[in-house]
């Protein structure tokens, strides 16, 4: 059970408009080097006493992909599908996440490995959406479960026709990519997890706070799509 102790809003100033979808689009086709990176406030923290040192610092071995599949939604802007996982025994158990996990021998590439587990878990049928890879932000290192994520970007030229795996997920959640962009408000949080005190901003979206990897890669793609310079 979550015990939050305290919580901080962040980015209180009105953030501006995302691009719309085809500019988004344009952007993700062509990704920067370097990438932007994601806010350091979203970076989740391990409490020892008067120290705190990054809970993710010493990141796992296993190799894992997540699809981040940006669509046009009703208002022209892009969105993106998440995924809220079932409580109970599970690995990250009631968190957000997006469509995704760990490498298999049948997967050719990491973009095998998304599209397979989107496949799995929402039923996304890439030729119904019209589904096209654009490449691959920075992978994030998530100690907790000893994987290194890779996160493939991909476009699609229409709303995807979802179904959810109901031993995997409990929810679809379609959000706007303007709620992650620079100047998007952050909650700090600290609460106890597994017997350790931690600290991590997270974003609270359709009554859901998203946090750790989910959130860095969130942050990270709307610091690329907020760069008028990407």
Same mark, same amino acid.
């Given at each position: ?6 919580? %901080? ?12 979808? *085809? ?5 993700? %086709?062509?990704?920067?080097? =370097? ?9 989740? &923290? ?7 040192? =990054? ?18 939604? =009703? ?19 009631? /968190? ?7 490498? @298999? ?11 397979? @587990?989107?496949? *799995? *878990? ?13 490449? /691959? &932000? ?29 031993? %995997? ?6 959000? =706007? ?9 952050? /909650?700090?949080?600290? *609460? ?6 931690? +600290? ?15 959130? +860095? ?14």
């Amino acid at each position: 059970m979550r015990r939050a102790s305290s919580t %901080e809003p962040r980015g209180s100033v009105a953030y501006h408009p995302l691009v719309r979808f *085809e500019d988004a689009v344009a952007r993700l %086709e062509r990704l920067p080097d =370097p990438l932007p990176g994601p806010p350091e406030a979203l970076r989740p &923290l391990l409490l020892t006493g008067a120290d705190a040192v =990054p809970a993710d610092r010493d990141g796992g071995v296993r190799e894992a992909a997540v699809l981040v599949l940006v669509y046009p939604g =009703p208002d022209g802007e892009p969105w993106t599908i998440l995924t809220a996982r079932p409580t109970g025994d599970l690995r990250h158990a009631g /968190e957000v996440s997006f469509p995704g996990g760990a490498v @298999e021998a049948v997967d050719a590439s990491m973009a095998d490995t998304a599209v397979r @587990e989107a496949r *799995e *878990e929402v039923g996304l049928d890439p030729a119904q959406c019209g589904l096209r890879i654009a490449g /691959e &932000l920075a992978p994030v290192e998530v100690r907790v479960s000893g994987f290194r994520l890779h996160p493939i970007i991909a476009v699609a030229d229409r709303r995807p026709v979802l179904t959810a795996d109901a031993r %995997e997920v409990s929810a679809i959640l379609e959000v =706007p990519l303007r709620s992650f962009v620079v100047g998007a408000p952050i /909650e700090t949080v600290e *609460e106890d997890r597994a017997g350790r005190r931690i +600290r991590y901003g997270a974003y609270l979206v359709a009554g859901q706070r998203i946090w750790g990897a989910t959130a +860095r890669v969130l942050g990270q793609l709307g610091a690329l799509l907020a760069d008028e310079d990407a």
